[in-house]
């Protein structure tokens, strides 16, 4: 069974960078696309992007200036880095396989995610 | 303002059935795209609920079921039980956005 963990400074400075790092296990990063998901306090999910285990990626037009993912196969991991962070960035973030069913491309839903970690943008 | 509409909530007594809605636009729900449903327990990760045309992933009750009609889509759930107090939230793919998209989410209180 597939799981993902997140992992990264729970405290980012504002103007930084928010790098964090997914770790999949029980199954092979190949074949799949990956996601980044973030929920602000109190508030609803935010798709932020996806990247293929080759390294295509697809972002949320109104992060795209700011993100950017990649993949390490050799270390079934892939991560998120969002330049110039505001407080408007702090959030709860999810990482998530990217799921397909071939009939409905491009439509997708996300299954398994991880359990999340806080990120908090505070001098 | 999310891409999809939810009622910020809904209630329902114990045993009863509850339907939340989640509607959308010419570019997501009502261009045929699926609606997918997510349940999140209070204090932990999203977790997939339904997906595709009232599918349930291994695990998820048949008291949870999803439907569609035109631009919108419906979460069912019956034997209502006190552990289903959860936020829930749909998603879908926008054409335009070339993105996926949620709903604001509706809060689910069991009376």
């Known amino acids: ?123 | 303002q999310s891409v999809l509409r939810q009622p910020p909530s809904v209630s329902g007594a114990p045993g009863q059935r509850v339907t939340i809605s989640c509607t959308g636009g010419d570019s997501n729900t009502g261009a045929g795209y699926d609606v997918h449903w997510y349940q999140q327990l209070p204090g932990t990760a999203p977790k997939l609920l339904i997906y595709g045309r009232n599918n349930r992933p291994s695990g998820v009750p048949d008291r949870f079921s999803g439907s569609k009609s035109g631009a919108s889509g419906f979460l069912a759930i019956t034997g209502l039980q006190a552990e289903d107090e959860a936020d829930y939230y749909c998603q879908s793919y926008d054409s335009s956005l070339s993105a996926s998209v949620f709903g604001g989410g509706t809060k689910l209180i069991v009376l």
């Not at chain 1, 928010?18 to 999949?24: A, G, I």
């Not at chain 1, 996806?50 to 993100?67: A, C, E, H, I, Q």
């Not at chain 1, 969002?82 to 959030?91: G, N, R, W």
């Not at chain 1, 998530?96 to 505070?122: C, E, H, K, M, Y």
């Open chain 1, 1 to 123: 069974q597939v799981q993902l963990q997140e992992s990264g400074p729970g405290l980012v400075r504002p103007s930084e960078t928010l790098s964090l790092t997914c770790t999949v296990s029980g199954g092979p990063i190949s074949s799949h696309y990956w996601s980044w998901i973030r929920q602000a306090p109190g508030k609803g999910l935010e798709w932020i992007g996806s990247v293929s285990d080759s390294g295509t990626t697809n972002y949320n037009r109104s992060l795209r200036s700011r993100v950017t993912m990649s993949v390490d196969t050799s270390k079934n991991q892939f991560s998120l880095n969002l330049i110039s962070v505001t407080a408007a960035d702090t959030a709860v973030y999810y990482c998530a396989r990217r799921r397909v069913d071939p009939a409905t491309i491009p439509g997708n839903w996300f299954d398994p995610w991880g359990q999340g970690t806080l990120v908090t943008v505070s001098s």
